[in-house]
């Protein structure tokens, strides 16, 4: 993009493109000569998006960032340290995936708002703010009031005892809930009593007293196996699973019977594993339509679609306004 004939390349594809998409910080944009202003000149009905660290109008805007850094200034990392002890990063790159998914549906949203009035906009989808959002969501909580009734942080979701529990043989992941549920689990655990304890008989009362409940069902678990846990709970419409080491997902009897995990032979690179799409379509089903591709593979195609003749096109190779793989 820093060379004249790759960045006119790139805005001849924008006159015909619905969408224009980065995820650079926007001040490089600027200085790349990509601004909104400068691409939606080129199309007025282009739906500009823009994925980065920070909004640009807050003093934070300038920063880059990553995934980690995102989980540290969001609150997730010192979510953990409530139940650590110290702050400790989620091992998942999650703020990269909830932000990638928010630019999915911003997309939608504004490609829709275009076909109803032909109006192409700027969307900004900053990953501090889709996390501050996506975190605050649950643990505002009351203080969400003017004045703030209690302090930040879902109760629930913060008491230590919230885990998969130890069983005779494993661990076993349960979430009763409902009184008929908690009922069940009293009786099946030899503690009938409980069920008639007013700190237990309306979800107000469990509420209050949930780390209670937890430590009642870890002290319980280990009286029976996993399997027979979850053959209790599912006779009696109890939530509850298995917990599963990553390696086990691929034969899990489930996945493997919804074809969760396929294989495709990609020409380069022999057969991989192909990760299944979560959602079904009835009239549109998801189908793999391309391998990855190898960085620069489709050049020579994508500039030709465009209108570049072949010697053009060497030409542009040859002077490093264009890559190929």
Known sequence: LKHPDGKAALLRMVKDADVFFFNIRPQAMERLGLSYKAVSAVNPRIIYVGAYGYHKDGPYGPKGAYDDLIQGISGIAALNARLTGEPRYVPSVMCDKISGLTVVYSILAALFHRERTGEGQQVDVTMFETMVGFTMLEHIRDFVFEPPLTPVGYARLLTPNRRPYPTADGHVCMLPYSDANWRDV????????????????????????????????????????????????????????????????FDDPHLKQTGFFQTAEHPSEGEYKVIGFPARFSRTPMALRRHAPRLGEHSREILADVGYSEAEIQAMLDAGAAAEA
């Open 186 to 249: 009293f009786y099946f655990s030899g503690r009938p009593e409980l069920a008639e304890d007013q700190r237990f008989t309306t979800i107000r009362g469990r509420t209050e007293h949930i780390n209670d409940l937890y430590l009642f069902l870890a002290e319980v678990a280990p009286q029976h196996t996993t399997a027979e846990w979850l053959e209790f709970c599912d006779a009696n419409n109890i939530p509850a699973s298995r917990v599963l080491d990553l390696q086990d997902m």
